[in-house]
């Protein structure tokens, strides 16, 4: 199906199953312990072995010698692979760091062999027995010293942010230096871990030259042809199976070292092998969201309107990594005709950078915001007012380019009077409850809408279950349960009899989670596969599937009314298609907006930070379960107090690599952390988009909080810190005399 034209009336509109708040039909398994995860696929191969995974103990240089003489007379162990039993393996979609094989060690933890044995705890005793000799060179693990070097560079994130390495529209500089009012102030953002619960995990089985791989990958279809291309096997040679997902958030959009040293393994070992990366392994060999320094200028009139505003970024990678895109959203977020957009890459030998939820814009949102809280206080404006000032309903460098739906401003003015923000003292260190300064915080949140091809097979049985089969991965965020709604009101059944199977490489290829783009675009290829299902039920019906109305287990045409499973008695039924998209994206912008509120409490005397409670209101097309898209934006929220509050990898700068590599000192927000969420959805529709006229809404979740936190954090105590994240020790000396 091909959507090129904005939709019209169609099923989905009678929302008699979709935009109803859902429990999630997957939650039953997960709340019982039955779902079945990666490293507990027991039953899919018999006689599993185990395999350890040993990373390098250098960050930068070579393999001279691996001795594994000791560790293979450990009782039990099966096989051994080192990187120097093979040539350097292929890079997988959108990877930079080699995943194994040759001598050459770019960053601290590469892999550098799997031992394979009985048990885990085999495994485990003889890996600690490799001894290896390394030649070890001088890296580069510093960002601020680097960023003086750094180059400008394009690239993108992968998820619809990026651009040039300078964009500019009109005279940035001249309108700038002519301004009223001006800031200009830098910003910085640490690196951070994804920290999911779920590790890195992986069974591989060979049968001849045919691989399969049960694993945790939120991106079947590009897990797939990764493997295929780093092991040098055809496409259809290898199947990847991940029905169940523990948390990803970016961290499993590529393949890693967990399914390739699986698969070696095994070949090795001539079994089935299973291998779970450990919690040091997942920080320092898999990917991270890198740091980033940003320089902010704003240039306004007395009155508040925004004449010239630039954002330039400074962010680390490996040789041909990308950069963090933390300037992307102020492309778009507000008015202003003179503008420059600026990227600056650093070599950097620590980890490889990469996707984390939202990247660019949870980053990039958590100086602009924090920026335009400092520049409204200059103008002596309220920090809401301000930015609805400032407001543009086309692209500021591309005027002649409308957005498709944008209420930004609608989130604000609800979110203001929901969080009572008419009552905040806009006099930073006046409010006091007991022991706590309070200060409220707000911030702007955008996230671009993207849209890919998906597809889907959905077929109608003999037992009047309607079955959909999809490649698209449900990573905890409720693909289940909106493609059940989406075939039950397509086909006009009851969700019960909708079965879902997902995550099979065997299925048709979906858009896979990730960028915010997993709900509308796998619905809308269930919606374009149910189009043809509904054409062959109308077709072995006699009646016209233009004019057929499905519902209540019936087809209706006319006076006609046809019970749904006449059309079983010939046999089973099956529609298969992807939907595909024109230019409408290129004709009008397509976004999500938020309006973020924080409160939060200062202790006076230690400095110890709380949120006190939390309201998101966004504005992101039909909501297609209200249920799981408020887990999806708490989650975000909660992600977002994280990065403001306690998030940050501890970089060795000597060593070259992230000291706090487990989850006891990679700090990442508890129940204890987290007041009052509330969630508020615009009701909206956007006919651009897609058949469901919904857009993504899980990231959007994440973006702009942080800055709502810090600039709560402000009114609280008049300390401004530009430095993520906001620890105790970084306002504790500067802590207001009246407290």
């Known amino acids: ?401 409308p957005f498709s739906q944008r209420d930004l401003v609608g989130c604000m003015r609800l979110g203001a009077e929901r969080f009572g923000w008419a009552q905040r003292n806009p006099k930073p260190g006046q409010v006091r409850d007991g022991q706590w300064l309070v200060g409220m915080g707000m911030a702007a949140g955008f996230r671009n809408n993207l849209l890919t091809k998906s597809g889907a097979r959905v077929r109608l049985g003999r037992d009047g279950l309607v079955t959909v089969e999809t490649d698209m991965t449900d990573i905890g965020t409720g693909s289940y349960t909106i493609i059940a709604q989406t075939a039950a009101e397509m086909m006009g059944v009851p969700l019960d009899r909708v079965v879902v199977k997902l995550g099979d490489s065997d299925f048709p290829a979906s858009a896979g989670s990730g960028g915010q783009w997993g709900a509308n675009n796998a619905t809308a290829g269930v919606y374009a596969a149910c189009v043809k299902l509904r054409e062959a039920v109308a077709q072995r019906l006699g009646v016209n599937s233009a004019d057929a109305v499905f519902e209540d287990g019936q087809v209706r045409a006319g006076n006609r009314a046809v019970p749904l499973a006449d059309a079983m008695v010939g046999g089973e039924l099956t529609g298969e298609d992807l939907i595909e998209y024109g230019d409408l994206s290129k004709k009008q912008q397509q976004s999500t907006f938020a309006g973020h509120f924080v409160e939060v409490g200062v202790d006076v005397d230690t400095a110890e930070v709380r949120v006190r409670r939390m309201l998101a209101v966004c504005a992101a097309g039909r909501i297609l379960n209200p249920k799981s898209a408020r887990s999806q934006v708490i989650g975000g929220m909660t992600m977002g107090v994280g990065a403001a509050l306690m998030e940050d990898l501890a970089v060795d700068t000597k060593r070259g690599f992230f000291a706090n590599h487990d989850l006891a000192g990679y700090e990442v927000p508890v129940h204890a952390d987290i007041p009052h969420q509330e969630v508020i959805f615009l009701d909206e529709v956007d006919p651009q988009s897609s058949p469901m006229k919904a857009k993504g809404v899980g990231e959007l979740g994440i973006c702009g909080v942080g800055a709502a936190v810090a600039n709560a954090i402000y009114n609280a105590t008049g300390i401004r810190v530009r430095d993520y994240p906001i620890t105790l020790d970084k306002l504790l000396d500067r802590m207001p005399d009246a407290a």
Do not use: C
């Open 1 to 401: 199906m091909k959507f090129d034209t904005p939709a019209g009336q169609n099923p989905i509109d009678r929302l008699a199953v979709v935009g109803k708040p859902t429990d999630r039909i997957d939650g039953k398994y997960k709340t019982t312990g039955t779902a079945p995860y990666a490293y507990e696929r027991h039953d899919v191969a018999p006689n599993q072995a185990y395999g350890y995974v040993l990373g390098a103990t250098i960050a930068k240089g070579r393999v001279r010698r691996i001795d594994t003489a000791a560790a293979r007379r450990v009782p039990g162990v099966i096989a051994i692979v080192t990187t120097l039993d093979m040539p350097k393996l292929g890079l997988g979609m959108m990877n930079v760091a080699n995943l194994f094989g040759g001598d050459e060690i770019q960053h601290y933890h590469q892999a550098i062999a799997v031992v394979v044995a009985e048990t885990f705890e085999k495994a485990r005793a003889a890996a600690f027995l490799v001894k290896v000799d390394y030649a070890p060179v001088a890296g580069k693990f510093d960002l601020t010293a680097e960023a003086k070097t750094a180059k400008p560079v394009e690239g993108g994130s992968g998820e619809g942010s990026g651009g040039g390495a300078e964009d500019r529209h009109g005279d940035f500089e001249g309108a700038f230096a002519q301004a009223p009012a001006r800031l200009d102030e830098t910003y910085t953002t640490p690196d951070e871990s994804h920290a999911m619960m779920e590790p890195h995990a992986t069974v591989a089985a060979w049968e001849g030259e045919k691989l399969t791989l049960w694993t945790s990958n939120q991106m079947i279809a590009w897990g797939k042809n990764s493997v295929a291309k780093i092991l040098g096997l055809k496409p259809e040679n290898v199947r990847i199976d991940s029905p169940y997902i523990g948390g990803g958030f970016g961290g499993k959009l590529f393949i890693r070292a967990d399914a390739v040293l699986a698969a070696l393994g095994s070949k090795a070992a001539k079994r089935p092998v299973k291998v779970a990366l450990t919690r040091p392994i997942i920080i320092n060999n898999t990917t991270h969201r890198p740091a980033t320094i940003q320089r902010v200028r704003i240039g306004a009139t007395k009155d508040g309107h925004i004449t010239a505003i630039a954002h330039e970024s400074t962010s680390g990678n490996l040789q041909d990594g990308k950069p963090e895109t933390a300037v992307d959203q102020t492309k778009l977020l507000y008015a202003g005709a003179n503008r420059l957009t600026a990227m600056r890459l650093a070599h950097l030998d620590l980890p490889e950078g990469n996707a984390m939820r939202a990247p660019g814009e949870a980053p990039g949102l958590m100086a602009l915001e924090m920026a335009m809280d400092e520049m409204a206080e200059r103008l002596g404006l309220d920090p809401v007012e301000f930015r609805i000032r400032n407001d543009t309903q086309v692209d500021p460098g591309k005027p002649e380019r």
